[in-house]
């Protein structure tokens, strides 16, 4: 059964950063693809960045130049980097992992930007 494992979210002042990770677990095919993604109070579920095998990289027009997604393949990990957060960027991020076909998610991190 897969497990994707997500830490690092928590309350943030503007301006500043947290880091993300997705350990992934029980996948019986490679993951071809991990990602991140978020959801707003009152909005839809939205892309944050995905990481493909051949490592490249899709971000959010918003998060573009802020934020990073990276792997560790010898871990089964996926971490996104969240630089010079804004209020507007809190919300639950979840990982997701797509492999062999299927897909999974993570149980969600919330992700709060205070002052």
């Known amino acids: 059964q897969v497990h994707l494992a997500e830490s690092g979210g928590g309350l943030v002042q503007p301006g500043g950063s947290l880091r993300l990770s997705c350990a992934a677990s029980?996948?019986?095919?490679?993951?071809?693809?991990m990602g991140w993604y978020r959801q707003a109070p009152g909005k839809e579920r939205e892309l944050v960045a995905n990481l493909y095998s051949d490592g490249a990289t899709a971000y959010a027009d918003s998060v573009k130049g802020r934020f990073t997604i990276s792997r560790d393949n010898a871990k089964n990990t996926v971490y996104l980097q969240m630089n010079s957060l804004k209020f507007e960027d809190t919300a639950v991020y979840y990982c997701?992992?797509?492999?062999?076909?299927?897909?999974?998610w993570g149980q969600g991190t919330q992700v709060t930007v205070s002052s």
């Open positions: 029980g996948n019986r095919f490679s993951i071809t693809v």
């Open positions: 997701k992992i797509h492999h062999g076909g299927l897909s999974n």
